[in-house]
């Protein structure tokens, strides 16, 4: 055997040595009996797609389950990724979950231009009409409860049941003369500056700061929901999400929440330091009518994933209701 022959004997070696070690350490990634079981316990086909909006912009989504609907919008600089521990609950109680991906985010395309409130709206509009969904419950954390709010302004709620506010941004973030409790311009400014800077090492220091509450004394810091966060937030445009962030902090819900007429319920950590409380889920609570706000005593703005077994439950327990 020649040197050549040998050194590719060699990486075929490292190779099925590699795989078998995958296969020993049993990773979520690697099919198994269980997890093939596993699967059967959800109701209908597990589907993903794309559909392209009225301006060219494809947009990703995924489908599970099958029941009465309940769609997700997803908050900045994320994904529908961020949605999946409610999401495989929720498909596993009898519910169709479905959840895209916002343009410019995660798999969807980058458009240069529409990386704003009406258009994130027109597109889940879009994306409800299409499926012909009916009876929705809509769910939005973060940036993606102003989505929902902009949806039901500019698109009534005829399609809807139910709506909650996770952690969202609504009414307004930014301080202005009419709305003094909101966050002055220089932090939304840093933000832009940051992301301009060295856009991979702000989302590191957000995700493994204030966003999960890691930055707390004596917090339990997951080094997993960090990178997590950061590969969704890589996996966006960078010219989408720093446009985002003028959508999300300057655009003006107020006049949107005020045409909610559903059931709304509203969550949000009283130690939320992405989005505080006071100018957000509280003041929302006073704008909704038959609004629900459940305030989580010590919960970041991730709550989701940092107390998703409460928040399961809550969600759980309003859709029913």
Same mark, same amino acid.
């Not at 597990?46 to 489908?63: E, H, L, P, Q």
């Not at 009518?289 to 919960?299: C, D, F, Q, V």
């Given at each position: 055997m020649d040197s050549e022959e040998q050194v590719d004997q060699q990486r075929r070696t490292v190779m099925l040595g590699g795989v078998a070690a995958?296969?020993?350490?049993?990773?979520?990634?690697?099919?198994?009996?269980a997890t093939a079981n596993q699967a059967h316990q959800f109701h209908g086909e /597990?589907?993903?797609?794309?559909? /392209?909006?009225?301006?060219?912009?494809?947009?990703?989504?995924?489908?599970w389950?099958?029941?009465?609907?309940?769609?997700?919008?997803?908050?900045?600089?994320?994904n529908s990724d961020s949605w999946e521990s409610q999401m495989i609950f929720l498909a596993a109680q009898g519910y169709r979950c479905i959840a895209h991906d916002r343009r410019g985010h995660g798999r969807s395309s980058q458009p240069w231009q529409g990386n704003d409130m009406d258009h994130y709206a027109d597109d889940l509009h879009q994306l409800i009409e299409l499926?012909?969904?009916?009876?929705?419950?809509?769910?939005g954390f973060s940036t993606g409860g102003g989505e929902v709010a902009r949806y039901i302004g500019r698109h009534g709620s005829k399609r809807l049941a139910k709506a909650g506010?996770?952690?969202a941004v609504p009414p307004l973030m930014l301080k202005t003369d009419s709305n003094p409790g909101g966050l002055p311009m220089s932090v939304f400014d840093g933000i832009r500056a940051g992301s301009l800077a060295n856009r991979a090492q702000l989302y590191l220091d957000i995700a493994g700061g204030p966003f999960y509450g890691f930055n707390r004394p004596g917090a339990k810091v997951s080094q997993g929901l960090i990178y997590s966060w950061w590969a969704q937030g890589m996996q966006a445009g960078h010219k989408n999400t720093?446009?985002?962030? /003028?959508?999300?902090?300057?655009?003006?819900?107020?006049?949107?929440?005020?045409?909610?007429?559903?059931?709304?319920?509203?969550?949000?950590?009283?130690?939320d330091q992405i989005v505080p409380i006071e100018a957000a889920g509280r003041a929302a609570a006073k704008l909704v /009518?038959?609004?629900?706000?459940?305030?989580?005593?010590?919960?970041p703005h991730g709550l989701t994933d940092t107390h998703k077994e409460q928040f399961n439950k809550d969600m759980l327990a309003f859709i029913k209701a």
């Open positions: 995958l296969g020993a350490l049993n990773f979520p990634f690697v099919a198994t009996a /597990k589907k993903m797609a794309y559909f /392209k909006t009225k301006d060219g912009t494809d947009i990703y989504y995924k489908d389950g099958s029941g009465q609907p309940v769609v997700f919008c997803h908050g900045w600089p994320l499926l012909d969904l009916k009876n929705v419950i809509l769910f506010l996770i952690s720093y446009d985002c962030i /003028k959508a999300f902090s300057e655009t003006d819900f107020r006049e949107d929440l005020k045409k909610f007429n559903i059931p709304t319920l509203i969550v949000h950590g009283d130690d /009518k038959n609004s629900k706000l459940i305030e989580y005593a010590g919960a």
